[in-house]
């Protein structure tokens, strides 16, 4: 934070990670635009978004970073990781290998955090509630065991989207101010 006319004003970098496919640029078009894509390919150009809330009457911004597609090789770079405060770690309901995967980003989120970072389990994708493949249990108790927060969230009907970003960013703010 940095003092200004106003008082404080807060930047909180955010990433999202979680294999491909699972919603993430989604997620992130409709919190910050309120736009979903039913073919969206994988992202080009766009590296964040800006997204500003109100917190005690305070300007708070969540500058949220997306992946360039770069998770199909397994290769997001430290860069992408470089002074984030905050993470959604997401999966597909519908797809039990895209929960399997998540130890595996909670061990390279830890591998390139040096701070206390804000960590909440997404289970994207809620409205397929006819295929779903992990249970909101499992999603809650892999939660709770990693001390992550936990919501089942969906791009296409914006089911928790917001709320889901707007906890990490609370979180974030507790732990620094
Ligand atoms: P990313 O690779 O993780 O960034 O995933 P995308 O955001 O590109 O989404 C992959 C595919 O899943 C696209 O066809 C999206 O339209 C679809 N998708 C994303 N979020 C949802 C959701 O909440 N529900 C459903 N049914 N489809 C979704
Ligand atoms: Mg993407």
């Known amino acids: 934070s940095s003092d200004d006319e106003g008082g404080e004003e807060y930047l909180f970098k955010i990433v999202i990670i979680g294999d491909s496919a699972v919603g993430k640029s989604n997620l992130l078009s409709r919190y910050a635009r309120n736009e979903f894509n039913l073919h969206s ?91 779903r493949d992990v249970s909101v249990e499992e999603g809650k108790s892999l939660a709770e065991a990693e001390g992550l927060f936990f919501m089942e969230t969906s791009a296409l009907d914006s089911t928790n989207v917001k709320k889901a970003f707007e906890i990490v960013i609370r979180e974030i703010y507790n732990n620094v101010s």
């Open 41 to 131: 390919k994988a992202t080009i150009g766009v590296e964040f978004q800006t997204q500003s809330m109100e917190i005690d009457g305070k300007e708070v911004k969540a500058q949220i970073w997306d992946t360039a597609g770069q998770e199909r090789f397994r290769a997001v770079t430290s860069a992408y990781y470089r002074g984030a405060v905050g993470a959604l770690i997401v999966y597909d309901i519908s797809r039990r290998t895209t929960f399997n995967s998540v130890d595996r980003w909670l061990e390279e989120l830890k591998t390139h955090s040096d701070t206390t970072v804000a960590r909440m389990l997404v289970g994207n994708k809620c409205d397929l509630e006819n295929i």
